[in-house]
């Protein structure tokens, strides 16, 4: 029984696919610059393990003849489960639209023609998103000036921070940040300029 994913070819097959550029790609498409890293794999996994071990005891909770807390039960592990595809998800995507920064709960989408400026600056970030914060890289957005706006806003205020090199995709992959940076940066240079 052959078994593809073993032979040889799937080495070429993996670099013909990474020879496709993202500017060579559908650029109508959302599409996430680089891939999730092993920590946010790695808590996707366990979270999606909890849903399995709740939703197996919502069975037997049924099974037992208790349906309304069966019933609370599955709902718990459903919401477990999407909170899971959530954190799968979160990142930065972008494509001719715009830029959208997904979040675990919030996602937001900016044109390009709100976007000012992309760039990678060395400054105090957060570890892995808890409060204890290292010394390293962001990948900041500046917000375009919008005219007419009232009252001015100091630079901080406008400033987001997209990626980090200490976040859950790229706390062992510093190279991975340089060029997920990289590319997001000449999407917007190309698209807002």
């Known amino acids: 029984m052959p078994l593809p994913f073993v032979t040889a070819d799937r080495e070429d097959r993996v670099q013909a696919a990474q020879a496709v ?6 650029r109508d498409l959302w599409r996430r610059p680089y891939r999730p890293g092993p920590w ?3 808590g996707g996994a366990l979270l999606l393990l909890l849903a399995s071990y709740v939703l197996f005891s919502a069975l037997i909770i049924a099974l037992a003849g208790s349906l309304p807390s069966a019933a609370v039960c599955a709902g718990c592990g459903v919401l477990v489960i999407v909170l899971a595809v959530r954190l799968l998800r979160a990142g930065v995507w972008v494509s001719s639209h715009g830029l959208r920064q997904a979040g675990l709960l919030r996602t937001t989408t900016l044109p390009w023609a709100e976007v000012g400026v992309v760039r990678t600056v060395q400054r105090p970030v957060r570890w892995l998103g808890m409060p204890r914060t290292v010394q390293g890289q962001a990948l900041v957005l ?6 007419g706006a009232g009252g001015a806003t100091s630079d901080a205020e406008d400033r987001r921070i997209l990626l980090t090199d200490h976040n859950a995709d790229f706390l062992p992959r510093r190279p991975g940040f340089e060029r997920a940076a990289d590319v997001i940066e000449s999407w917007a240079a190309e698209s807002c300029g």
């Open 21 to 26: 550029t993202l500017a060579e790609a559908d």
């Open 40 to 42: 946010r794999v790695g």
């Open 142 to 147: 500046y917000p375009r000036a919008r005219a």
